[in-house]
C-alpha cells in the first residue's frame, strides 16, 4: 500500500455544503448546564450557513448555544443521520431544551441559624432564616 492511502484514512469527510445538517461536538463548549458526564458528546442537527475555507463552517445556533461563536472547525462536526424508524420505532427527537431562569430576588436575612468552615478552607457556609415578604413582623 502506499502512504497516501493511509494518511487518507486519518483525514475527516470534507464533503459538506450550506444547508446540509450536522452534529456539533460539545468537546469545548463550557456554557451548558449540569454535571459533564450528563452532557451530550455532540448537539444538533444545526444548519450549516456558511463555509469559511475548506476547514470551517459556520452554523446556526438556538438555545444554551447562542451565546457561543457560530463558526466551528470541521473536525468538531459530524454529519447528522437521523434514525431509522425501522430499528427504532418509539424513538422521538429529543429537542434542545432551555431550563427556566429563576427570579433572583431580593430577600432580607432574618437569622443566621449555623456557620461552618469548608473541608478546613477558609471557605465559609451559612445556614440562615430569610423573612418572609408577606408576613413581615
Same mark, same amino acid.
Given at each position: 500500500?502506499?502512504?497516501?492511502?493511509y494518511?487518507?484514512?486519518?483525514?475527516?469527510?470534507?464533503?459538506?455544503?450550506v444547508?446540509?445538517?450536522?452534529?456539533?461536538?460539545?468537546?469545548?463548549?463550557?456554557?451548558?448546564k449540569?454535571?459533564?458526564?450528563?452532557?451530550?458528546s @455532540?448537539?444538533? =442537527?444545526?444548519v450549516?450557513?456558511?463555509?469559511?475555507? =475548506?476547514?470551517?463552517?459556520?452554523?446556526?445556533?438556538?438555545?444554551?448555544?447562542?451565546n457561543k461563536?457560530?463558526t @466551528?472547525?470541521?473536525?468538531?462536526?459530524?454529519?447528522?443521520?437521523?434514525a431509522?424508524?425501522?430499528f427504532f420505532?418509539?424513538s422521538?427527537?429529543? =429537542?434542545?431544551t432551555?431550563? =427556566?431562569?429563576? &427570579?433572583?430576588?431580593?430577600k432580607?436575612?432574618n &437569622?443566621?441559624? &449555623?456557620?461552618r468552615?469548608?473541608?478546613?478552607?477558609?471557605?465559609?457556609?451559612?445556614?440562615?432564616?430569610?423573612?418572609?415578604p408577606v408576613h413581615?413582623d
Open positions: 500500500m502506499n502512504d497516501a492511502f494518511y487518507g484514512k486519518q483525514k475527516w469527510d470534507k464533503s459538506h455544503k444547508g446540509d445538517l450536522v452534529l456539533v461536538s460539545t468537546l469545548n463548549v463550557n456554557n451548558i449540569g454535571p459533564k458526564k450528563h452532557k451530550d @455532540f448537539v444538533g =442537527p444545526l450549516i450557513v456558511a463555509l469559511h475555507g =475548506p476547514n470551517a463552517v459556520q452554523v446556526e445556533l438556538s438555545g444554551e448555544l447562542e461563536h457560530p @466551528f472547525p470541521v473536525s468538531l462536526r459530524k454529519p447528522y443521520q437521523p431509522d424508524k425501522e420505532p418509539l422521538k427527537p429529543t =429537542p434542545l432551555v431550563p =427556566p431562569v429563576e &427570579k433572583n430576588e431580593d432580607k436575612i &437569622k443566621f441559624i &449555623k456557620e468552615r469548608l473541608r478546613g478552607k477558609n471557605q465559609r457556609e451559612y445556614l440562615v432564616r430569610y423573612r418572609n413581615e
